[in-house]
Every structure is written in structure tokens, then in C-alpha cells.
């Protein structure tokens, strides 16, 4: 019994490996679009046709992205001035944050590298009107500047569609 479980287990991440790599491949031959921000100093690359808007205030600027069709599924980047934190204090702040907010639930977390700059992340979801939407972060400092780069989407969405954000979010650089 429990070789059986094994063995269809074994083939569940099989064909998700299989539906991974396919995705990885469609992404990779899709034709990007470089959006470059000279003022909070970062490029991010985007399939051709994305629609972008980017809002400046003072203190922050938000540049939210989708693909046209299904605006619930967004990419937007955060960018902000932040205080002498590092990486992980600046991590741990944000992680706080959420976790104040008593609906939202943090699934993983975990830390990665995006062109050579040290990144920490994590996922977490929450219910809003009776849907579950889930949420990837990833926190980057460069200096004194701090970019949160955010994936949100429906929570049934999550598992095809991060591996195109995340795709998108190593395109990450700063100026």
C-alpha cells in the first residue's frame, strides 16, 4: 500500500516537473519588453503586450503589471527609501506586517538570489469575500533602497502562474 502512495506521488511530481519546464520554455521564447525606472533605479523585463502603470508619490513608487486578460493576476514592484536595515531586519519588518493583518497566513518562506543581489521571500494567502488569494514576495535592498516585488493572484491560480512571475522577477536589476 504504501509503494503504491509512493509510486503515484512519484508521478504527480513527475508531470508537475514536465508542466514546469513546459511553462519555462513558452516563457523563455516569448518576446520581452524592458521597463526601466530611472528614478527609483531598477529594469524589470515583461512579455511584449503586458499593460504597466507606475504611481510616484514622496516616499514610494508602485509600477503594477498584468497581461491584459486577467487583471487578478499582478506583478507590481514597490520601491521605497528605507532606514539602515538590512536585508533580513528590512525582511522581518515586512514579514511583521502581514502577519499584523490576522487573515493573511504565511504558507513558506525563503531566500534567493536575483542577479547577484540577496532577496528573501515568502508566500502567504488570505481570504477576501470568499476567495483565497495568494500572495509571493520577494524583499531586495540595494543600499538604502528597498524593492518588494509582489506576485498576487488567485490562490487556485498559484501553482501555473508563479512559475511565470517568478521567471519574470529574475529579469529583476538595479540601475
Known amino acids: 500500500m504504501k509503494q503504491q502512495i509512493s509510486k ?4 504527480k511530481n513527475l508531470l508537475l516537473m514536465c508542466l514546469l519546464i513546459g511553462l519555462s520554455l513558452q516563457i ?21 503586450g503586458w499593460v504597466t502603470a507606475y504611481d510616484k508619490n514622496a516616499l514610494v513608487g508602485i509600477l503594477a503589471a498584468n497581461d491584459g486578460k486577467d487583471i487578478t493576476k499582478q506583478l507590481m514592484v514597490v520601491t521605497a527609501k528605507s532606514i539602515a536595515l538590512s536585508t533580513k531586519e528590512a525582511y522581518k519588518a515586512n514579514l511583521r506586517s502581514i502577519k499584523s493583518d490576522k487573515k493573511n497566513t504565511v504558507e513558506e518562506e525563503g531566500v534567493a538570489t536575483i542577479n547577484g543581489m540577496e532577496a528573501m521571500w515568502a508566500v502567504y494567502s488570505f481570504e477576501k469575500e470568499g476567495e483565497k488569494t495568494k500572495v509571493k514576495f520577494y524583499l531586495i535592498k540595494n543600499g538604502k533602497t528597498q524593492h518588494v516585488i509582489q506576485s498576487v493572484m488567485p490562490a487556485a491560480d498559484f501553482d501555473a502562474t508563479i512559475v511565470l512571475h517568478d521567471s519574470i522577477i529574475a529579469t529583476f536589476n538595479t540601475l
Do not use: C, G, H, T
Request: proline share 4%.
Open 8 to 11: 503515484q506521488i512519484a508521478m
Open 28 to 48: 523563455l521564447s516569448q518576446e520581452v519588453e524592458r521597463y526601466e525606472n530611472k528614478d527609483k533605479k531598477y529594469s524589470i523585463d515583461f512579455p511584449k
